[in-house]
């Protein structure tokens, strides 16, 4: 695996994505790590709750983002060779539609406060953690930058940036967690606002020059909803914990969230591998060379599945003893861990296939594999807290 990786990364096409994977990689095992010792600091109860509020307010904005990042990172990649004179009116235009949308969100947020908080958390003393919730979906706003830098192919300062909202996301909601909650997810927020300094002083120095306009209303429509489309279809995963806590208790749900973080690490290697391979299979589909693109995805195949075979085994084998070592006090979180790793493991190959499909410009076909993999996850966590 480690020899097929690298010899993906040394190709001109995969090194920049490469870095961004390194990056990514890091950043998620951080997360992983700290939301382990931030759980064991709040308990199973505001351990749910915690990860309803920042589930629900993290997933929010992508509903409304209108697939508004991507066509920035698509476009300002087009216009800043050709039509260098366009990339004012771009920006401007697609960040208003962003800046619009939020402003409507958050608004509709605040009329519906006391709503929410009976509806996901049931308990109407817990409406004071909509506020920071509302913090969250303000500050992911600021992610827009990324994607700015992404379309000015400014890789290593989009990996930097990258690396550092979520893993300083993290970090400084643990040390806030010990206040509570609220604190938690006030300090989650900071990394974003952190995280995106040299983003947006990257977009600040920018000389935009004029603004000559086009028909930008024909690249939204033809363009960023059909992708806002997929993009949402793509992120279900996120309402999942917010749906449970509709039907279960906190505790329950925060039993059910543990375990949940090990699906998410589970995914870590197909993802990561995911995304370097992704470019190589869109430059093999530009030099028609789709036969090699079709062999690297079944090389790929039989690289992962030693990793499942082993990740399997380890999880019935020695995942009893494991909780009971370090996670004594989730030991209800043991069957949920058992069941989500393993069907982690085994979605792993749909997240190979799906990037693939990503790469060969086939959008319905991933978006029928990606709504698939979320309907039978949500299936699945039903069952397991039914």
Excluded at 48 to 64: A, V
Excluded at 67 to 86: D, H, P, Q, S, W
Excluded at 172 to 182: A, M, R
Excluded at 319 to 337: H, P, T
Aim: some cysteine; glycine content about 6%.
């Amino acid at each position: 695996m480690k020899k097929f990786v690298l010899s993906l990364l040394r190709t001109d096409i995969a090194k920049s994505s490469g870095l961004i994977f390194i990056a990514t990689f890091l950043a998620n095992l951080i997360v992983f790590v700290v939301d382990i010792f931030i759980s064991n600091v709040l308990g199973p109860v505001d351990f749910g709750i915690f990860r309803t509020i920042f589930y629900l307010f993290t997933f929010l904005p992508m509903l409304i983002d209108f697939g508004v990042n991507m066509t920035l990172t698509k476009y300002i990649a087009e216009f800043k060779k050709r039509n260098k004179e366009r990339l004012g009116y771009l920006i401007r235009y697609f960040i208003g539609i962003k800046l619009v949308s939020f402003i409507a969100l958050i608004i509709l947020v605040i009329l519906l406060q006391n709503q929410l908080t009976l509806i996901f958390l049931k308990d109407p003393s817990l409406g004071y953690l909509i506020v920071p919730g509302i913090v969250l979906t303000c500050v992911v706003f600021l992610n827009v930058f990324q994607n700015i830098l992404l379309g000015f192919q400014e890789f290593k300062l989009f990996a930097l940036s990258q690396f550092l909202v979520t893993a300083s996301s993290a970090v400084f909601g643990y040390l806030l967690s010990f206040f509570g909650v609220f604190y938690l997810v006030l300090g989650w927020s900071m990394g974003y606002v952190f995280g995106n300094i040299f983003s947006i002083r990257f977009f600040m120095k920018q000389k935009l020059g004029k603004k000559k306009s086009f028909d930008a209303k024909k690249i939204f429509k033809n363009f960023s909803l059909p992708l806002h489309a997929v993009y949402v279809i793509n992120s279900m995963y996120y309402v999942i914990v917010p749906i449970l806590s509709i039907f279960f208790s906190q505790e329950a749900v925060g039993y059910f969230s543990f375990a949940f973080l090990f699906y998410f690490a589970a995914m870590l290697i197909p993802n990561a591998v995911s995304f370097v391979i992704m470019p190589k299979v869109s430059e093999l589909k530009g030099l028609d060379r789709m036969g090699d693109a079709k062999r690297m995805l079944i090389k790929v195949f039989k690289l992962y599945t030693p990793i499942v075979i082993v990740g399997i085994a380890g999880v019935l084998l020695i995942s009893d003893i494991i909780f009971g070592m370090f996670f004594q006090s989730y030991m209800q979180s043991l069957f949920f861990f058992k069941v989500l790793v393993i069907m982690s493991l085994l979605f792993g190959y749909n997240v190979i296939y799906t990037y693939y499909l990503q790469g060969t410009g086939k959008v319905k076909k991933f978006a029928v594999f990606a709504v698939l993999q979320n309907v039978l996850l949500l299936a699945a966590s039903f069952a397991l807290l039914a």
